[in-house]
Structure formats: C-alpha cells, structure tokens
C-alpha cells in the first residue's frame, strides 16, 4: 500500500500537469451533466415493511390518481373577537379568497369551507385546502404572489389568515452560507496551523474541487437514479469536511518531509506513501458507515448514504492525486515564511504542545481516563429521556405563517386535528363491503382518545375504504401514540367481527412505526458496521485492544452527542443560542444517522493519531515514548483537523431547515467530544496503561489478516537514491520555482 501510494504521489508530482487537467476535464464533464440534466425530483418518502406504508401502498393501488403528487396549501381563516367566519362579510371575504385562488392557472382544485364542512363548531374558525397540479418546486412566481394576495386581501377584510403545507416550503436545500462560515474559520485554523497562506489555501481549493465534482455528479444523476432534492446535503457537508482533512494531512507530513531535508518530489511521494496511506484507510472506514446505511432499509437514507460515501471517495482520490500535484507547482510556497527565509525547515524532532500533553497523560492515565469516562457519560444521560418523532409544523417557530395556522387549526377543531390517523379497510371479499367498513369504524370510533371518526370514503370497485380519525391530542403527545397502540391491538378482535381487514397510517401511525423500525435496524447496523471496521483497524494496526478500544470510545462520544442533542432540541436548554424557537422530538433518523456519520469521522482521528504511534512503535520505541512520538507529529494537526470539522457543521447550525440544525448541531458536538476527549484524551491514557499489551495480536489472528504497510516501513527501508536528498537545502523564498524532478 505505501509502496504503491509513494509511487503515485511522485507521479502526481512530476506529471502535475496531466493530473491537473484530468481533474479540470472531470469538473467539466459532470458540470455539463450538471447543467443539461434534468432536475432532481421531490422524492416520495418511503420506508418499506411497516404498517403504514403497506396502507398507503394499500390507497394507492385501489384509488388510482387520488393520492395527488402536487402541493398544497392549507389556508386558515379566523374571525374577529366575538365574531364568526359565518357571518355575511366575513363569509364573502372567504369566498372572494377562495375563488381567487381556485382562478389560479397552476391550482387543480380549492375546497370552500362553507361546502366542505372545514368550519370549526364555535364558527370562529375555517380552512380552505388548495391542491395544486406541480410539485412545490414547480410552483411559479405568479401562483405563490396570487396565494399571498388572497391571503392580504382576506386580512384586509379583518380576519386573521394563516397559510400551512408543502406548497409554501421555501426549495432547495443549504443556501451557502453554512459552507461559507463554515471555509471562512477554516482557512484562520489553518493559516495559524501551517503560517503559510499557500499551505492554508491548499487544503481549501481541493476540497472545493472535490465538492464541486462530488455535487455535480449527484445533479448530473439525479434523475437517472431517482435522487432527491436533500440527497446530496450529507454529502456536501461530508465531502467539504473530509476533504479539508484528508488534504490537511498530506500537506503537513509533505513539511515535516521536507524538514528532513528531502527533495520536493521525494517528499511528496513519502507523504502520499504514508499520510495517504492513512487517508485511505480513514475514508474506508467512513465509506463503510456511509454505505451501511442501507442496512436501516429506508430508500432516502440509503441514497444520502451512497451519495456521501461517494463524496468521500473523491476527497480520498484528490487528497492522493491533486494535492501532490499542486506540490509540484509550489513546492516551497507551502512552507512557513521561516524556513523560505532561512532555507532550513524544523523536522519535528523537539518538543511542542502534542509532546507535552501526552507527558502529562501518560503521568495520570488513570485519572484522566475516568474523567474521559465520567464526563461523556454524565453527558449521555439525557439519552433516557430521548422522544422520537418527524417534527412537522409545530416545530416551526412561532414568526412564521405554518406555525400560526397549525396553532389556529388546533385551537378552532381541537389539538387532534393537525395529525389525524388515516384508516384503510380491505372489505374485498367480503358480501356488505359498508357494512363491514362500517363496523370497524364505529369500534374505532368508540376508543378512548376518538374525537371523531368522518365517513368513509370508498373506491369505484367498492371493495375498500379510507376514513379519518380525529385524536383528542395533539400528534407528539404520547397519549396520541399510545392511542395508535391501542388501534392496532385492537385489530383481531374487530376484524373478527366485520369480516375485513384494516391498516392505520397517518403521520402519527408513520412516525411511530419509523422510530420503531429505525430502533429494530439500530444493533443490526452497529454490528456490520462497527464490526468491518474493527476488523480493517485490526489490518492496519496489528493489534486486538486498539480496535475494541476505539469502538468503545465512538459509543462514548456518540452517545454524549445525542444526550446534548436532547437537551437543547427536546429539553430547550440554551436553545434560543442556537437559534431553536421550538423544541419537541428528536427526528426519528437522528440515532442512526448520527451513529453513521460520527463513526466514520471517529476513525478518521483514531487512523491519524494512533498510526503515528504504531509507526513509531515499530521502529522501536517502547510504548510510552511511541504515544509522545505520535503526539509529537500528529496532534496539532489532528486538532486543527478537528477544528476545521466542527466548524464546517457548526456552520449548519444557522440554516432554517430544523433536521439540517440538528444535524450540524450533532455531528459538530460528536467531534469535539471524540477529537478532544476520547481521541486526545481517553486513548492515550488506555495506551499508556496496556503498555506493550496494547499493540498484541493472537499469532493465529496475526496469520489470517492480510499485511498491509500503512506506516510505510517498507519505505524505511528502501535504499535512498541519489537525488532524494536536497544538497542545497535551499527552498526559494518566493516559492514559485518549479521543483527539481
């Protein structure tokens, strides 16, 4: 692997400029795929193997064309204090706001209230449902001005109007300012890490490239294979992030190469031989995670997943093939100004901040080590308490229009109202298809926790019907759930008696059966995944403890992640910093989602700190002095890395999208604690307290296991060539002269 990568970096080196335009040429191509593709669809969300998809499935196949593909609009209309919607002008109001938007050349239908039976009991309430032909994204200027003048026009009248769904959903997913706050505090970590504006660049105009190839081959593919419009959020912020870092590291080691008096060229092979060799097997390790996402069997997630793992997979190629070659353009610019003034470079041979905390560590492993411990356990805590949901208009906050209507229709029709259940009866088969409908119905309909059950509707053939249920709380309160529960378990009995089968869905019935199944999928997901990766930690490190040490420390920091999560996206402690405006559950693809992505950014720190130290390990230093070795080349790189990490998804944390928050909320904690806790921390304190143990492997293991070089020992001992040493020793102040080849 060394070898073999040492040979591709002096290649990238010396033929810079064909890697160059091979890497321009593919940024055309699939940003000309990009641009005449067709655009990315809104995808339907599916979960296959739960109850209500089955039902939804159910509704589609005997009402064909019912279940409409275009967005809606939900327009709430409220009267005056002490007055009624009901009343002769405020009824004409209404009226007139309907028929103006029923005129609209997009809209299929728009319901009146009047005719519709949407008018609340007290009167004081209404709501007029538009359906539109297109899909959100499809909507026109002209449709969204003509649904915003009917709104101001009914105001105008005096009622209070409020407007819900999909068709006012702003499109798109980041708008850029994420990516900008999040490069911005990347380029200061790395100017004050490197002290060189090109070496702080460098890392930075890769990654764009790799961004830029990875998201431009999603949009180019995204109708061919079916990619949604959110598909490539997670790989933006992944391929931005690993990017930065892989590129990060073989820059720094190419400087330390450097440092050690090795010509350009030479340099850049030994830090693609080395570095890249760890580059490879950290994106391996998020590859797996990424791609393991399939194993939850949601259709969208494992989409996000691949796409991502993807992304991954072009920072890895530009972090081996690009970056060596931009070396090979400015192969002293990359230096610090010190040693382009002096000539000489510092080969990282003394003491510095990484040595002297490893010292310290290595001092008091154990008391560092139940600190590690207790802290992120104490941290977790708030797991117990976790709620699960798909937050919907109730999580919005309080200044916007979804958030208002959603709170007028619970007042006007009762909290049950904006999550009712959707009941489908199978009657085929059965003699009195209404009567057996009927039936199953009146039993729903006297369940503790029923408000009110509508009539059913049922299809041509008149063999199935979809009725309503109405709860007398709200969709997030448990009671609402536990009703759902009690539906269900009900099932035998009541399809015993009317003869036809039923199936309850909704989007309470989705949410429940989505967390049930994301909780089911959870341990599967974490032994494919967290196994394979023990098992290449095992390839790459030779030893048994180290793996099973890094897993635990992963569920440590995960773990601590999720229970912040919780404490300010449920619980609401300091939520008004980060700009929640409302808590409720935590979105039901979060667990799993944030054991994916945290995992494999967790082995990325354990791959580059504790490869450092095998290296040195195998060069024989004892264990102590291998973990100060390691720290000594790796830790200041490795906490900018981090740095740079955290800043990329704390960046996400300003967007509007509630799921994209808490994501860059998540995944941004998930490193700190792994960075800074479990990797600088917990590790060397295991280490120092295994001593030799820590690196044992059982000889019939150590047989089975392929033998990969990652620490590049084979190029310890490779004879030096003339002309892998620098005799001048003298780098070009201006570093623009072409290296020596």
Not at 130 to 159: F, P, Q
Not at 698 to 710: A, G, H, T, Y
Request: zero cysteines.
């Amino acid at each position: 692997m060394a070898t073999f990568l040492y040979r591709v970096g002096r290649l990238a080196f010396r033929r810079r400029w064909y890697v160059a335009l091979v890497w321009a040429a593919v940024l055309a191509a699939v940003g000309l795929g990009a641009v005449t593709a067709p655009g990315a669809s809104d995808e339907q969300f599916s979960m296959p193997g739960i109850e209500s998809q089955k039902a939804f499935d159910l509704m589609e196949e005997r009402f064909p064309g019912a279940l409409a593909d275009g967005a809606t609009a939900r327009v709430v209309f409220v009267a005056p204090g002490g007055e009624k919607v009901t009343a002769a002008d405020n009824r004409r109001a209404v009226e007139d706001a309907v028929a103006d938007l029923a005129d609209g050349p997009q809209v299929a239908s728009a319901a009146d209230p009047f005719g519709a039976q949407a008018v609340s009991e007290d009167g004081t309430t209404a709501y007029a449902t538009v359906t539109y032909k297109v899909t959100a994204n499809e909507l026109t200027d002209d449709s969204t001005a003509r649904l915003d003048r009917a709104i101001e026009d009914a105001r105008a009248a005096g009622l209070t109007v409020e407007a819900g769904g999909d068709a006012l959903e702003e499109a798109g997913g980041p708008g850029g300012v994420a990516e900008i706050i999040g490069v911005s505090i990347a380029a200061v970590v790395l100017l004050v890490t490197f002290g060189s504006l090109a070496a702080a660049g460098l890392p930075l105009l890769t990654a764009l490239i790799g961004v830029g190839v990875s998201m431009a081959t999603i949009l180019a593919l995204s109708d061919a294979l079916g990619l949604s419009t959110t598909t490539g959020t997670l790989a933006m912020m992944l391929g931005l992030a690993v990017g930065i870092d892989y590129a990060l590291f073989v820059v720094s080691r190419y400087r330390e190469e450097r440092g050690r008096g090795r010509t350009p060229q030479e340099a850049a092979g030994l830090a693609a031989g080395t570095a890249g060799s760890a580059v490879v097997f950290a994106g391996l390790t998020v590859v797996i995670a990424l791609a393991g996402l399939a194993v939850v069997g949601i259709p969208m997630l494992t989409k996000m997943g691949l796409a991502a793992a993807g992304a991954v997979v072009v920072g890895v190629l530009i972090a081996l093939t690009l970056v060596p070659a931009f070396l090979g353009f400015w192969p002293n610019a990359v230096l610090s100004r010190k040693a382009r003034r002096s000539g000489r470079t510092d080969g990282g041979g003394g003491d510095n901040g990484g040595t002297r905390w490893a010292r310290f560590v290595l001092r008091r492993p154990l008391p560092v080590l139940l600190l590690g411990v207790v802290g992120l356990g104490a941290l977790a805590l708030p797991v117990a308490d976790l709620q699960l949901g798909m937050p919907g208009d109730e999580a919005k906050a309080t200044s916007t229009t979804q958030r208002r209507a959603y709170d007028a229709l619970a007042d006007g029709f009762g909290p049950g109202f904006n999550g009712p259940l959707t009941v489908v009866v199978d009657a085929r088969g059965d003699a009195d298809p209404k009567a057996a409908t009927q039936t199953v119905a009146d039993r729903i309909g006297g369940t503790e926790g029923v408000v009110s059950v509508s009539p059913a509707r049922f299809n041509e053939a008149g063999d199935t019907a979809v009725f309503s249920v109405v709860p007398s709380t709200a969709p997030t309160d448990e009671r609402t759930k536990d009703l759902v529960k009690t539906i269900r378990g009900e099932r035998p009995g009541v399809e015993s008696e009317a003869g036809a089968t039923y199936e309850v869905t909704g989007s309470t019935a989705l949410n429940i059966d989505i967390s049930d199944k994301v909780q089911a999928a959870l341990v599967p997901y974490l032994i494919v995944v967290v196994g394979l990766a023990i098992l290449l930690l095992m390839v790459v490190f030779r030893s048994l403890l180290v793996p099973l040490k890094a897993a635990f420390g992963f569920l440590l920091s995960v773990l601590a992640s999720l229970g912040t999560v919780v404490v300010v996206f449920q619980q609401g402690h300091g939520a008004g910093v980060l700009g929640v405006e409302q808590t409720g559950p935590i979105m039901s693809l979060m667990p799993i989602f944030l054991v994916g992505i945290v995992f494999g950014l967790a082995m990325d720190y354990e791959v580059f700190l504790v490869s450092r130290m095998r290296e040195a390990y195998v060069h024989g230093e004892p264990p102590g002095q291998a973990v100060t070795s390691g720290f000594r080349h790796s830790a200041r790189v490795v906490v900018a890395a981090a740095l740079i990490m955290i800043a990329v998804f704390a960046g996400f944390i300003g967007e509007k999208d509630s799921m994209i928050k808490m994501i860059g909320f998540g995944l941004a904690g998930a490193v700190l604690f792994d960075a800074f806790v479990v990797r600088m921390a917990i590790v060397p304190a295991v280490l120092a307290l295994l001593g030799d143990k820590a690196w044992w492997l059982p000889k019939w293991l150590d047989r089975i296991l392929p033998r990969v070089d990652v620490e590049g020992e084979a190029l310890s001992r490779r004879p030096e060539r003339e002309g892998d040493r620098d005799p001048a020793h003298e780098p070009d102040p201006a570093g623009l002269e072409p290296a020596r080849t």
